[in-house]
């Protein structure tokens, strides 16, 4: 096998055993790696009643084929498995060290079931892998663990670990690589926590790798790495990080304010801005693996009610999360709150839109004192933020923390009065930092069909809508307007082709914006030796896509789980996308027609599987 | 060219839709956060046909040509691109991406500029009326 090592790590944490097992070609060239290979051996271990957090839950951390081959930004790992907080299929993405050095140790990924009977730690050097005590560990923040790992296994071992927030099990818990990147979305950290598995710390000290035509491979790294060095989008990110049009998308309507009540605060854009973070805290500049790009910030606030030591900076959607989605226009809060959920381990996309939904539920009364024991939770009161509400929800304390820790839909659920309506999410999965309405109707649309519920990464259609795109090979060639339905439908197709590409690649989808078709195609040829031409590796993209969909189907969802909240199909309030209308169901409709899609079901019909390869998924199912 | 006689002529008017920009309070408040020289380069319609602005330290300066000192940032793209883009008719974006316009240097300007283009194209456009260039304002 070229490319991939084709071995994965099995650890059943219930019974001790570590094994490890490798896996037919086949499955790699039709799922290609990451969220995609998880996908397919989730769907053949076939555990679906399986709650999420139950001992014999699966988890699995998947490479992408060019995991350590010293390129831009396609060094990124994938963990996935049943999303504890939706209860659906859920996969997550980090960039950051751990997936070369996962390469180097000689395997794909982990799969790990079971719950130790106490806290573990799994440690990978080479050969060697083996279940540790985590006593030490268990109850302390992700920063000093990851200090003490290196500590102990060296500077150069790179280390996956859950904060208190993952042991309590909070549904929005994440996972973080060095303390840094973080395995966001889906509550993948509160399956570990639920497994007494603390982290997972690897060490190569081989980095051999056998890829199909190295000469091949070399020559076009050398022109794709420049490449993508140079591209404006990498120029504008690493000068001024993932936030550096948050003024421009404010403009837009593209960042949500107030729970996504509003699409424009003209001031809180410039103050929240990349430029600002870069004039007024930047201490230096990071990047994953191999990026030249650089879009990590490193921060610090020196003086300040917010005063925080020199370390990982937010990104644009921790700074819209605690920024604008909150009312505030305090940067410097962001930093430090950045900082805290890191340290908690908690995703801080979903941990934003929980309490900015609990201010809104506060201010309509739906929330009162007495369901929050005590605390008032106002718009914009960072204070009660940082000190009170982000440590409740991470430990879980008193009534309050326990209902904000199940996620913002679970709360509204419990809460009732109508507060339903104003959360924000697909599948249970609170919505990103992107607004559809202002930022493309097309993203709607890839919001609702997300198997993981509403994402932005999950495929490129953010970018397609803003004109960062042009693939004429495979027929993206026209310029869509944001603001309408217009060819949506059918750029969502191929955004789904593309977004499940790059997820399985595990490739970064800011760094892969200058890759042309036939680069990506090249790529997996010289790399994997698959011999594909651009039609055959669509296939394994669309492929991937119907996988997740089918898995979801055997959790009981339908064609009618693709849907946006009230929130977020009301015509905007304010700004660009002000009174316009986004025609959901009318996108979805035409969506499932073009891509073979029960409009019933929500799962691919058998005459599309078969078209696709997928017969004996197909009898699964129908 | 399709909207332009010759190379003078954009110049002319894009220096005169500075001049308005300059004393617009919204927008020359915008220009000097912007705080980079941005040469405007349109040679590729002639060898005389760029512009440049200068917005640091506060002051808001223009001129055709070339600047005196290194520009932080230089937009290349033709004077058709120009006036479209001008208009707010072009996704800069969109142009970028296809290689309509290439962009060298500090991107920082540029994302501070971009959403200001609308109301640009508010007084870009009066200039072209008050001009008797009305036949050149896009829809």
Known sequence: ?622 | MEFWQDTKQPIDAFLKMFEKCMVDPELSAGLKKVNQVILFDYTQDGPDCSFWIDTRGGKLTAGAGKPSDKPDLIMSLSADDAHRSWSNKLNPVMAITRGKIKVKGSATGLLKLAPKLKRVAELYNEVLQESGQADKILK
């Open chain 1, 1 to 622: 096998m070229f490319g991939n090592t084709g071995k994965i790590i099995e650890v059943d944490l219930s019974a001790g055993t570590i094994g490890q097992k490798t896996l037919p070609e086949e499955y790699y060239k039709k799922y290609i790696g990451g969220s995609g290979l998880a996908a397919k051996l989730f769907w053949d271990r076939g555990n679906f009643d399986t709650e999420p957090l139950a001992p014999e839950a699966m988890l699995v951390f998947m490479n992408g084929p060019f995991a350590g081959l010293k390129m831009s930004g396609a060094s990124r790992n994938s963990v996935a498995g049943r999303s504890p907080l939706t209860g659906v299929w859920g996969d997550s993405s980090c960039g950051g060290y751990f997936a070369p050095e996962l390469r180097y140790a000689g395997y794909d990924g982990i799969v790990i079931t079971g719950k130790a009977k106490a806290p573990s730690l799994l440690v990978i050097e080479d050969d060697n892998v083996s279940l540790v005590d985590a006593a030490p560990y268990w109850g302390k923040g992700i920063e000093s663990v990851n200090d003490g790992l290196k500590e102990k296994y060296g500077k150069n071992c790179r280390t996956v670990v859950i904060g208190p927030a993952g042991e309590k099990q909070v549904k929005f818990a994440n996972i973080m690589n060095e303390a840094h990147h973080a395995f966001g979305r889906a509550g993948f950290g509160a399956v570990m926590g639920a497994k007494n598995l603390k982290g997972i710390v690897v060490k190569a000290t081989k980095k051999d790798m056998t890829i199909a035509d190295p000469a091949a491979y070399e020559k076009l790294r050398k022109e794709v790495n420049p490449a993508l060095k140079e591209a404006l989008a990498a120029v504008v990110l690493g000068e001024n990080g993932t936030a550096a049009n948050l003024e421009g998308g404010m403009v837009n309507g593209d960042v949500p304010v107030k729970n996504f009540a509003s699409n424009y605060n003209e001031e809180m854009g410039s103050k929240l801005t990349g430029s600002e973070l870069t004039d007024n805290y930047l201490t230096k500049r990071s990047a994953c693996a191999f990026c030249a790009i650089a879009c990590k910030r490193v921060a610090e606030v020196k003086e300040g009610p917010w005063k925080t030591p020199e370390g990982p900076g937010p990104e644009y959607e921790t700074i819209a999360a605690f920024g604008s989605l909150m009312n505030s226009a305090d940067l410097a809060a962001t930093i430090k709150v950045n900082r805290v959920c890191n340290d908690y381990g908690l995703d801080t996309i979903s941990c934003g839109m929980t309490i900015a939904w609990a201010m809104e539920a506060f201010e309509k009364g739906h929330l009162t004192k007495a369901d929050t024991d005590g605390v008032e939770i106002r718009w914009a009161d960072m204070e009660t933020v940082i000190n009170t509400l982000v440590p409740a929800i991470a430990l879980r304390k008193g009534n309050l923390g326990e209902l904000l820790a199940e996620g913002s839909v679970s709360a509204a659920n419990k809460t009732g009065k109508d507060s339903i309506d104003y959360t924000c999410h697909s599948k249970g999965m609170e919505a990103p930092m992107h607004d559809p309405r202002g930022g493309g109707h097309g993203l709607a649309l890839t919001y609702a069909t997300s198997p993981r519920g509403a994402c932005h990464v999950a495929t490129p259609m953010l970018f397609m809508e803003m004109g960062a795109c042009y693939w004429p090979e495979i027929g993206f060639e026209y310029e869509l307007e944001p603001m309408t339905d217009e060819n949506k439908p059918e750029s969502a197709v191929i955004s789904w082709e593309m977004g499940s590409i790059e997820n399985s690649a595990c490739w970064c989808q800011f760094a892969d914006r200058e890759m042309q078709i036939s680069q990506w195609v090249d790529l997996f040829n010289f790399v994997a030796g698959y011999n594909w031409d651009a039609d055959e590796m669509l296939r394994a993209g669309r492929r991937v896509f119907y996988l997740k969909r089918l898995i979801n189907s055997r959790f009981g969802l339908t064609a009618k789980d693709d849907d946006l909240t009230p929130r977020m199909l009301e015509p905007a309030r304010d700004g660009e996308p002000e009174g316009i209308e986004i025609n959901l169901s009318g996108m979805i409709e035409r969506f499932y027609g073009l891509a073979g899609i029960d409009p019933e079901k929500g799962i691919p019909t058998r005459d599309t599987l078969s078209e696709y390869g997928m017969a004996e998924e197909a009898a699964a199912v129908w």
